[in-house]
């Protein structure tokens, strides 16, 4: 036989959930027959492929007909619940008559993490076969208990100093709530949830469950505002932003910066939290800054929460804007 992987190389580093696989294979006499090429580890079948394409490089280095299908590229999955640091990796050669042939072995490294781990990890479980939808998959989920330390210090410089009366909209689970109150501030969450706010009584945080619409508050009755990531959220956001004003005069605010859609673009990828499926509104600094300008006089925006991934050139990224409106 006359083989070659060309990948990945001897001991290149592997997720062993997803094992990329190109080679060729040409089984001599016995090529017309060859059906499959299998790779295995400890004894397990990871992933085969029945489908052969002609590599014009291979046909050109070993004169075979420029038609032959020798190519072969499969995607194997190797459940290491062991942890081992690495594999060793055995391809075999399937004929029509039954038999097998074992033409190569090649080690690699494997990764440490698990990613079946990570939030959405069931989409790694081979049993799980179920068409996923949109809403399946760029849903809201539950509500998170934590919150962003960045924001949290750009909500503290510009709230102002102690005792200020805050309404924070769609407060959740009080993250900012529980930081600002210990910081001397007379806080009040609002929220439209009914689970949140049982969870925010239990917690002994002051809170008003409201119905998303209107807020039962009296004029200019808080110093300050604030609504972190929940406009994204608004059906209409002018209105709501009318009905903020009504009751504050200064707006802390923050919400995805859509504006990384663009840069990421090389790289192929969109943040997932960018595209979720209850999101109504998507925000450039200049959209936000001009809707927020039908309500408050002054208006700034700045950006915070650097991400994972740069842009192909190597720049920093922010996943969030934050604004700061005042009359």
């Known amino acids: 036989m006359h083989f070659n992987i060309d990948r990945p190389a001897a001991l290149a580093l592997c997720d062993p959930l997803a094992i990329r696989i190109e080679g060729w294979l040409f089984a001599g006499q016995r090529h017309a027959a060859l059906i499959a090429v299998e790779m295995l ?7 085969e492929s029945r489908f052969f394409f002609p590599r014009p490089d291979v046909a050109a280095a070993h004169r075979f007909p420029p038609s032959l299908g020798t190519g072969f590229s ?6 290491n619940r062991s942890g081992a640091d690495s594999l060793s990796l055995e391809f075999r050669a399937c004929f029509a008559d039954g038999t097998t ?7 690699v490294r494997l990764i440490r993490m698990d990613h079946r781990r990570n939030h959405y990890g069931g989409l790694l479980v081979p049993g799980e076969t179920k068409l996923r939808h949109r809403a399946q998959i760029y849903s809201s989920g539950p509500s998170v208990d934590g919150g962003s330390p960045e924001c949290l210090d750009l909500i503290r410089r510009y709230v102002g100093p102690p005792p200020r009366r805050v309404l924070d909209i769609g407060c959740g689970l009080g993250f900012y709530g529980k930081h600002l109150r210990s910081d001397g501030h007379d806080w009040l969450g609002a929220e439209v949830k009914e689970s949140d706010c049982a969870e925010l009584a239990r917690r002994g945080l002051p809170h008003q469950l409201v119905d998303g619409r209107k807020l039962p508050f009296a004029e200019n009755c808080f110093d300050t505002a604030i609504c972190i990531e929940v406009l994204e959220h608004i059906e209409e956001p002018d209105g709501f932003l009318a009905e903020v004003r009504r009751m504050a005069p200064r707006l802390l605010i923050s919400v995805p910066n859509i504006e990384i859609i663009p840069c990421l673009q090389p790289h192929l990828v969109v943040p997932w939290h960018l595209l979720e499926a209850d999101h109504k509104n998507f925000f450039t600094r200049w959209s936000l800054r001009a809707l927020l300008a039908h309500h408050y006089q002054r208006v700034e925006v700045v950006s915070y929460g650097e991400a994972p991934l740069r842009t192909a050139e190597g720049t920093r990224l922010d996943y969030h804007l934050f604004a700061i409106a005042s009359v």
């Open 41 to 47: 580890a400890e004894g397990q079948v990871l992933g």
């Open 74 to 79: 499969l995607l194997g999955f190797f459940d």
């Open 101 to 107: 042939e074992t033409f190569a072995r090649q080690a």
